[in-house]
């Protein structure tokens, strides 16, 4: 009987240990460092590499295309306050640019890169309303006999070549959104080529005359280099990545281009508007300005 019970409480002790080795078990999986030092690693302890994901700098490469929505503005003083002259006061249009983009990733929400791009500036404005003194020949003799006051809408039109280097600084606050800052420099690559059009109010039954044929537009064109040639400004753009495989992003992307540099310098020219009345007067142009708004999209592959 004495040995039954031996027996007995003997099963019984193994059967506890059993029962309590086993949870305590079940307790270090879900906590496997709980228990052990960190530098403790043997075959029972996962190495914290497989544990947690280790971060390793990356370089991505990219082409990007997309479009400028340029602005541009001009004080005109001194001409008189109804002329065609007017119109260079302003204007806006679209463009487009290509570029090659490079980063580097060095942490998980940082990096540094540059956009190496083409673009092209073009612009435009029309005003109405405007009036322009036209002289009337006597057909007899060649000569200006009169003039009249016509009415009439000025087009002006410009476009431009630039290269552009903009390095920049990303933030990625959130999961594959990101925030770039960073200068920018422009070089131009052509001139600034432009476009003037009067049009005559089709009220009037007065025409332009070449000597040779009459019409109701005439279109004078002229260059004009952009001055200073190196310009400086800052970027700021805000752009999602959205992932096509492990190696490759899609990444749209919209961005604002505020120049420090004037567009073109002070130029002093005469407006003849009023030529027959009051004469030629000069006007000036003061420096223009040019900033721009950026929608792209890129393709980025990671090396």
């Known amino acids: ?113 540059v956009r190496f791009l083409y673009e092209t500036k073009n612009f435009e404005n029309t005003v109405t309303e405007v009036t322009s003194e036209a002289g009337i020949v006597d057909p007899s003799t060649g000569y200006v006999v009169t003039y009249k006051t016509i009415g009439m809408d000025a087009t002006f039109a410009s476009t431009s070549s630039v290269v552009t280097i903009a390095p920049y600084v990303r933030w990625s606050p959130f999961l594959r959104f990101m925030l770039q800052l960073g200068p920018v420099i422009q070089f131009a690559s052509t001139a600034m080529a432009t476009s003037t059009t009067q049009t005559i109010d089709n009220t009037e039954t007065f025409r332009f005359y070449n000597g040779i044929t009459f019409s109701k537009s005439v279109t004078v064109y002229d260059e004009e280099e952009i001055t200073p040639s190196t310009r400086y400004g800052l970027d700021l753009g805000l752009g999602y990545s959205i992932p096509v495989s492990s190696w490759c992003d899609i990444v749209p992307r919209i961005s604002y281009q505020w120049m420090f540099s004037p567009y073109t310098g002070q130029v002093t020219r005469y407006d003849a508007s009023k030529d027959y009345s009051s004469g030629s007067v000069p006007y000036t142009a003061a420096e223009a300005t040019l900033h721009g708004l950026q929608v792209s999209v890129a393709l980025m592959f990671v090396l």
């Not at 690693?41 to 479009?67: C, N, Q, W, Y």
């Open 1 to 113: 009987m004495k040995d039954s019970v031996t027996l007995v409480t003997l099963v019984t002790l193994v059967t506890l240990l059993a029962l309590t080795s086993t949870c305590f078990a079940q307790e270090d999986i879900l906590r496997p460092y709980s228990k052990r030092p960190v530098a403790v690693r043997d075959s029972t302890v996962p190495d914290m590499v497989h544990s947690r994901k280790v971060f390793v700098p990356s370089v991505r490469l990219g082409i990007e295309a997309g479009m400028n929505y340029n602005i541009y503005t001009r004080a005109i003083s001194g001409s008189y306050l109804s002329s065609p002259t007017t119109v260079y006061a302003q204007g806006s249009g679209f463009s487009p640019f290509g570029a090659l983009v490079a980063e580097l990733t060095f942490a998980p929400r940082f990096g540094i890169g």
